[in-house]
């Protein structure tokens, strides 16, 4: 049986041959971002594997759960993983969380994972609040690609080679960042990847939730005048195509009679069509499309 200071009362094995891992997402500022099944999990483990035991137990004392637990973190995982292995195979279930978000998602618990499956032990996820995603989603940046970083490295030259390495990428680069590397790590955008937009999402979720939006540069200088702290999550977006900046490749008329071939609409739809996919108003894309008249094109 496993052995830990916070190990306060050793779990009653299931009754089940072998017991189940489930990797459980957790609240990553608001307590209220927990689900009902996750809830129930926490409350009929056996065990919950925790990465801050103390942090975890104000969440566990929120809603009055009273399951043991113990440390799993990346100082004891290689020791704890496998012990925890024993307890599952002898049928106790273990619910694994982070400090917060989804463990394993650049948190402890790879390892435990991995034995488990080698173990062939049934390894169950309980999807919960991911701080990038909830960040991607606000973010205003295509999100139909995007490549999740981890923690950059936290030396500038090894920092500065995986973004070099990230640059020829076309989709939004997410990544965390320790508040005190953040102007660091904008630096070392603009510098590797030119003046990409950038957006930085602090505190998600929690009572000084914010984002700044701009470019690199921009966001680098209010940065330096008004420091953030808590934690952070850093978007890079694929620099803007000439469309998105508002230079299109066909002219409005072009777009006319595109519209009207296509959709077999007369005149009139078609230009409140091509202004909306424009995003401009009707009578903009009425006067561009009598300038572009008066010039024959």
């Not at 999990?41 to 809603?63: F, G, M, P, S």
């Not at 002219?251 to 595109?258: A, S, V």
Request: glycine share 6%; hydrophobic share 40%.
């Amino acid at each position: 049986m496993v052995s830990d200071a916070d190990h306060t009362k050793a779990p009653a094995p299931s009754n089940d041959a072998t017991g189940k891992l489930y990797i459980v997402g957790t609240p990553i500022g608001n307590l209220e971002d927990i689900t009902f099944r996750a809830l129930r999990t926490l409350k009929e483990a056996d065990v919950i594997a925790c990465e801050d035991t103390r942090r975890t137990q104000k969440l566990l004392n929120h809603y009055s759960i009273r399951t043991p637990t113990i440390s799993y973190h990346e100082h004891n995982e290689m020791t704890r993983a496998p012990e925890l292995i024993i307890e599952l195979e002898q049928g106790s279930h273990i619910a694994l969380v982070s400090d917060a978000g989804m463990p394993v998602i650049s948190d402890p618990g790879y390892r435990l994972v991995k034995l488990a499956v080698r173990h062939n032990i049934q390894v169950i996820p309980i999807p919960g609040a991911s701080a990038f995603v909830a960040a991607l989603a606000a973010a205003g940046m295509p999100v139909d690609k995007f490549r999740f970083l981890g923690f950059l490295p936290a030396k500038r030259v090894a920092r500065q080679k995986a973004l070099a390495e990230a640059k020829s990428s076309s989709k939004t680069l997410v990544f965390y960042e320790a508040p005190h590397r953040a102007l660091e790590a904008l630096a070392d955008v603009r510098k590797i990847l030119g003046d990409p937009p950038v957006v930085v999402a602090r505190e998600v979720t929690k009572v000084f939730e914010e984002f700044l939006r701009g470019s690199a540069s921009e966001v680098l200088e209010r940065m330096k005048r008004k420091p953030v702290k808590g934690e952070l999550t850093i978007l890079v977006g694929p620099h803007s195509s000439s469309e998105e900046n508002g230079v299109h490749p066909n002219t409005i008329c072009q777009d006319l009679e595109r519209v009207m071939r296509e959709q077999g609409v007369d005149e009139r739809a078609a230009l409140k069509l091509v202004a909306r996919a424009r995003g401009i108003p009707r009578s903009e894309a009425y006067r561009q499309w009598q300038g572009e008249k008066s010039l024959g094109r």
